[in-house]
């Protein structure tokens, strides 16, 4: 962003009285080279594998495409993918999204049933149709088309978590506290000023059959503009859907905020039209064009640690709390 429009945007932030502190990691600029960018623990071999399979030749969709596969393909991470855990039916349904900066379009998918990898489906919604977001029986049918046969997702711990959800009397439903976030969202640039943004999720555990959050809604979850940067969200999805969260810190970015600068804003802008926000989970990831990144959690009981890879090495890193 130029000077003027960062300068307009810090002037607009501190007149509305939020001026956002900028830890060190923001301000630190990236040396050309390509980015990768993930939430949570299982965002470290998703930007490892991204990494490499950029460096191999492949496209930055690609790349992401191929690093959401290995937590969404991990029995172990329950809240993406196979071993996800289930809806109040106990059956597994899943949301991803991946959205391309240079052709400002998203394919995405929801609720998908006996389908490993969403991700991948999500990227043939993109690639193979005119639409962007495909759920229903029209998704099982699209999915089968292109070759996909179903498969079992739960695993034999998450059906005994489901079980054992069922089985009290007193089971926490969506009407109580939601459990179990932890969607993968990754953002990336190749370094010359293309992003690409992904997510994927088996989304708020024991769900109402055919929830629809934010992972799966262009501009929610996900979303990536080569001419301002990228973006992704975790947490309640229900919650941050309502402001569209992702494509409101592109925007940010767009008028000149920087990628840090832009998520504690947007963390502050949810407190000040609910205050109650403040003990929400929620936290969200952004880049901008020139690889610049940025990551900020609502508070300290969810606190966001993220994967960043960058000049040929990957670390977790702690996300700032806002509140
Ligand atoms: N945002 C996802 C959802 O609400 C879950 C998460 O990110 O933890 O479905």
Redesign the pocket.
């Known amino acids: 962003m130029d000077n003027v429009n960062r300068r307009d945007f810090m002037k607009s932030i501190a007149a509305a009285g939020a001026l956002a502190s900028v830890p060190a990691q923001a301000a630190e600029s990236n040396d050309g080279g390509p980015v990768f960018l993930a939430t949570w623990k299982h965002g470290l071999p998703a930007v490892n594998r991204a990494a490499e399979v950029f460096h191999q030749g492949g496209s930055l969709l690609d790349a992401i495409e191929k690093g959401i596969n290995i937590p969404e393909e991990d029995p172990e991470v329950t809240?993406v993918g196979y071993g996800g855990l289930p809806n109040s039916e106990g059956t597994v349904e899943l949301?991803a999204g991946i959205m391309d900066g240079t052709r400002h379009r998203a394919g995405a998918v929801t609720g998908l049933r006996g389908v490993k990898t969403p991700i991948s489906v999500a990227r043939l919604v993109l690639e193979k149709t005119s639409h962007t977001t495909i759920g229903g029986i029209g998704l099982q049918e699209f999915a089968r088309n292109m070759g996909y046969h179903p498969e079992q997702l739960l695993t034999p711990n998450s059906l005994k978590k489901w079980m054992e959800w069922k089985a009290d009397p007193h089971h926490q439903t969506f009407w109580l506290s939601?459990e179990?976030?932890?969607?993968i969202g990754v953002v990336a640039t190749d370094g010359k000023g293309h992003i690409v943004a992904g997510c994927s999720?088996s989304?708020?555990a024991w769900k109402i059959p055919g929830r629809v959050?934010?992972?799966p809604l262009v501009g929610c979850?996900f979303y990536a503009d080569d001419r301002a940067g990228g973006a992704s969200?975790?947490?309640?999805?229900?919650l941050?859907t309502n402001y569209c969260t992702s494509v409101s810190i592109v925007h940010m970015m767009g008028r000149g905020a920087s990628p840090q600068e832009a998520c504690e804003e947007l963390l502050r802008d949810m407190v000040k039209a609910i205050p109650k926000n403040k003990v929400a989970?929620c936290a969200v990831i952004a880049m901008n064009t020139r690889g610049e990144v940025g990551a900020a959690s609502m508070n300290p009981q969810f606190h966001l640690q993220y994967a960043l890879w960058k000049s040929g090495k990957s670390q977790m890193l702690d996300s700032k709390d806002v509140y």
């Open positions: 809240s949301d939601p179990n976030h932890d969607t999720t989304g708020l959050a934010d992972s979850g969200a975790t947490g309640d999805g229900d941050m989970a």
